[in-house]
Nanobody, 121 residues
Framework: QVQLVESGGGLVQPGGSLRLSCAAS????????MGWYRQAPGKQRELVAFITSGGSTDYADSIKGRFTISRENAKNTVFLQMNSLKPEDTAVYYCNAEVAVVGGPGWDDYWGQGTQVTVSS
């Protein structure tokens, strides 16, 4: 049906930057919201940033001013630019999309497989 494929994770030193990408493909009629979540070892998954199809955004307090979410609607792609990274940003980052599939009755949540971000010197 719908697949989300993330890329861009890796190892970076504190203060460095990374850019995550997530492309949605499949039987997509429309995508409303797209977002990034993260889960650190021993912790619950948390929302990092969210963006609607109209461009409205929401950010977790812990990353405001450092991370920026954006999307290309025509390519069903969402990005997360992460600057001034800190060790506490280390986590697996997951892409999420609220998708209406072709011929489907409504909206469903879809998730990517996750990409590891490690911030360490």
């Amino acid at each position: 049906q719908v697949q989300l494929v993330e890329s861009g994770g890796g190892l970076v030193q504190p203060g460095g930057s990374l850019r995550l990408s997530c492309a949605a493909s499949g039987s997509i009629f429309s995508i409303y919201g797209m977002g990034w979540y993260r889960q650190a070892p021993g912790k619950q998954r948390e929302l990092v940033a969210f963006i609607t199809s109209g461009g409205s955004t929401d950010y977790a307090d812990s990353i405001k001013g450092r991370f920026t979410i954006s999307r290309e609607n025509a390519k069903n792609t969402v990005f997360l630019q992460m600057n001034s990274l800190k060790p506490e940003d280390t986590a697996v980052y997951y892409c999420n999309a609220e998708v209406a599939v072709v011929g489907g009755p409504g909206w469903d949540d879809y998730w990517g497989q996750g990409t590891q971000v490690t911030v360490s010197s």
